[in-house]
């Protein structure tokens, strides 16, 4: 079975900081991953896709960035944080037909 | 990706069945209609998939009329414990699908 981790759990940084999110999966080879980012009451807006190592889709503009260094690792990062980039940041990975998710990371920029 | 429309809110107290439609006029013949269940600081979770006509698990049921253009999902004799977004989804039922959730439909249960 999928097992998705994500850390820290919960972050406070503030504007301007450096921002590094780690995402390990467990279970498959070469998983399909995703990063998306949801605001509060709000959806979740799909960051990146990444269907192999060293190969990131980026779907919408920012300042944010993704790595995948090695296969079953997907990481997010940013050089320098914006209020904007506050919310729940989730890392998935594409199964058969649905997505797994992990638990998340509440990142407050202040 | 075809674009699916859900109401906002919906409001419900224990015991009752409740159905939540999801319209996708611009449905793909390769398409399927995936449900998520979301509660507060958690990832979605996977609970139904349908292509066409009815699909039933032990937590729901979804009904896909013949032309496709929506999908509703049923939950029997929903608890407190079924107060959650749930997200429609519509995409081709590949490898390498970029699922698309919008604000979903946020579900009340009362007692």
């Known amino acids: 079975s999928q097992t998705i981790h994500q850390w820290p759990a919960t972050l406070v940084q503030p504007v301007g900081s450096p921002l590094s999110l780690e995402c390990t999966v467990e279970?498959?080879?070469?998983?399909?991953l995703y990063w998306y980012r949801q605001a509060a009451g709000r959806g979740l807006q799909l960051l990146f896709y990444s269907v192999g190592i060293g190969q990131i889709s980026s779907e919408v503009p920012q300042n944010l960035s993704a790595s995948r260094p090695q296969d079953r690792q997907f990481i997010l990062s940013s050089k320098k944080l914006l209020l904007s980039d506050s919310g729940f940041y989730l890392c998935?990975?594409?199964?058969?037909?649905?997505?797994?998710f992990g638990p998340g990371t509440r990142l407050t920029v202040t | 990706l075809a674009k699916t429309t859900q109401p906002i809110s919906m409001d419900s107290y224990e015991g009752q069945e409740v159905n939540i439609t999801c319209s996708h006029n611009?449905?793909?013949?390769?398409?399927?209609i995936t449900w998520y269940q979301q509660f507060p600081s958690q990832g979605p979770r996977f609970i139904i998939q349908?292509?066409?006509t009815k699909v039933t698990n032990e937590v729901a049921s979804l009904f896909i009329p013949a032309d496709r253009k929506s999908s509703t999902l049923s939950l029997p004799r929903v608890s407190l414990s079924d107060t959650a977004v749930y997200y429609c989804?519509?995409?081709?039922?590949?490898?390498?699908?970029?699922?698309?959730f919008g604000d979903g439909t946020t579900l009340t249960v009362k007692p």
């Open positions: 989804l519509v995409e081709p039922n590949t490898n390498a699908g970029k699922s698309t």
């Open positions: 279970g498959t080879s070469n998983p399909n």
């Open positions: 349908g292509y066409k």
């Open positions: 998935a990975q594409q199964g058969a037909g649905e997505q797994y």
């Open positions: 611009n449905i793909a013949t390769n398409d399927y």
